[in-house]
Every structure is written in C-alpha cells, then in structure tokens.
C-alpha cells in the first residue's frame, strides 16, 4: 500500500441494509441507462450525418448545373435537399423527441433509484466486483487512486 486507506471508499460502500439483489438490479438498471447513452451517441451521429449529407446537396445542385445537367440539379434540389427524414420531422427533432419521451425520463429513474435504495452511491454492483476481483497489496491493483492521483 502506498500510504493511503485500502478498500472502496464510502462513496462506493453497500449502505447498511442493502441486500444482494438490490445491488444486482441497481447494477443492471446502470447498465441499461449505459447502453441508453451509447444508443443515444448513435443518434447524433444519424443527425450529424444525415446533416452533413445534406448540406453537401448543394455542391451536388452547383456542380450538375455547372455540367449543364439542370433536370438532374432541379431533381435533386427538389426531392432530397431539407427532406424530411420521416413525416414532419428533420433529425434535430428525433434527437429532441428521444431526449423528452426516453432518455431524460429514463436518467431521472435511475438517478431516483440509486438515491431511494442505495443513498445516492453509484456503482455499487462494480465497486464490488472490482474489490472481489483486485489483488490486495499490488500497486496496480489499489482499491482507489493514491493521494495526488485522479
């Protein structure tokens, strides 16, 4: 040990009462708010691309017109460029009505149920696993960063 406290510091200790499965379901709560996020990642990048690709629309009108292709300029220029992704909607307002109806409902859950059955602690069910996992007494394997360490 290098001078600090070995083990999990209170943020990440199981509350007093706390049984096993609570821990489960708080973890596996956790972990499906995770995968929410990454989905949610996702979904920006559908709104960047989607985005981006059609913003390059208008080089595409430029340079069909350049070429003296004007059907195909008009074409483009009125079937595709600032279409709608689905009915009535660009994607800044499939991104607005996942973060409303799913994913600000679902933070709010989660941040509820950790506070009303675990204090508040986050990671508990990882906190756990790390301590039934690490090796005491390797420096690599510390339960929690050495003073001056993040």
Do not use: C
Request: proline share 5%; aromatic share 6%; net charge negative.
């Amino acid at each position: 040990m290098s001078g600090h406290q070995d083990g999990p510091d209170h943020r990440h200790r199981r509350p007093e009462g706390v049984d096993d499965k609570t821990v489960e379901a708080l973890g596996s709560l956790s972990k499906a708010l995770e995968a929410t996020e990454r989905a949610r990642g996702r979904l920006y990048d559908f709104h960047q691309l989607t985005g981006g690709a059609d913003l390059e629309l208008d080089r595409t009108v430029r340079l069909l017109r350049e070429a003296g292709h004007t059907e195909w300029a008009d074409r483009v220029e009125t079937e595709i460029l600032g279409r709608n992704v689905i009915p009535g909607h660009w994607t800044f307002q499939i991104v607005e009505a996942y973060d409303r109806t799913y994913y600000r409902p679902f933070q709010e859950l989660e941040r509820g149920a950790v506070d009303e059955l675990a204090e508040g602690r986050d990671h508990l069910y990882e906190a756990e696993m790390k301590e039934a996992r690490r090796t005491a007494g390797h420096p690599h394997h510390t339960a929690r960063p050495g003073p001056g360490e993040t």
